[in-house]
Nanobody
């Protein structure tokens, strides 16, 4: 089972920034697209951003002005830079691989990292 390891979550004040990291140890999933989803209690998991071959990127329309997804291929790590965070961004953020943007789904998932934004 491929593993994805998220880090970088935490508590931040509204207007602040966080950078989430998603590593895939051992070079696994290096040839798969990767993405970030988030979920709040009572709501469906929603896609935030994805990155694929040739540095193609997708951003959810509601997030595109405040987030940047990038990948360090040497480290096999994907990052999600989030700026101007709002309380409604509070959620568990999941890293994923083999993302299907059309269906908002993925084949591989991390365990998630909690992001809390205080007002």
């Amino acid at each position: 089972q491929a593993q994805l390891q998220e880090s970088g979550g935490g508590l931040v004040q509204a207007g602040g920034s966080l950078r989430l990291s998603c590593a895939a140890p051992g070079g696994t999933l290096s040839n798969r697209n990767r993405g970030w989803f988030r979920q709040t209690p009572g709501k469906e998991r929603e896609i935030v951003a994805a990155i694929g071959g040739r540095d193609t990127k997708y951003y959810a329309p509601t997030m595109k002005d405040r987030v940047t997804i990038s990948m360090d291929t040497a480290k096999n790590t994907v990052y999600l830079q989030m700026n101007n965070l709002k309380p409604e961004d509070t959620a568990v953020y999941y890293c994923a691989a083999d993302v299907q943007i059309a269906t908002r789904s993925a084949k591989y998932w991390g365990r998630g990292t909690q992001v809390n934004v205080s007002s």
